[in-house]
């Protein structure tokens, strides 16, 4: 039996089940200090056990998106705020090229926090 967080992954049509699964094994790959978790119903990313960031589909636009969970300090054009007030969203449209250096340079502002 998969365990909640591997069937969430699973369980998306292609392209955005794709655009995930990368994002997922992308994000892991940034520090070995980072941990993956199942929190809220979905899956969270954290470094030495504090949350960092976050995968979820955009239930209006239908796109994976990052969610940063310190979101509020960054100043970044793409990151969205919407109805948050802690955290901002990167939306990824899965039709197109993953943006690689966004999200690293996103992710290592981030973890910058942290370490």
């Not at 995968?55 to 796109?63: P, T």
């Not at 993953?98 to 999200?103: G, L, M, T």
Request: proline share 5%.
């Amino acid at each position: 039996m998969l365990r909640p967080i591997d069937d969430y992954f699973l369980n998306h049509d292609e392209p955005v089940k794709s655009c995930l699964q990368f994002l997922r094994e992308y994000i892991m790959k940034q520090d070995k200090n980072i941990t993956e978790s199942w929190k809220y119903g979905m899956p969270f990313y954290d470094y030495d056990g504090k949350r960092f960031c976050y995968l979820w589909v955009h239930k209006k636009f239908k796109q994976p998106y990052l969610g940063i969970v310190e979101g509020n300090k960054i100043n970044h054009d793409e990151l969205l705020k919407e109805k948050r007030t802690k955290m901002k969203i990167l939306l990824i449209d899965p039709h197109k090229d993953i943006p690689v250096k966004k999200i690293k340079s996103i992710l290592h502002e981030v973890l910058s926090f942290h370490k």
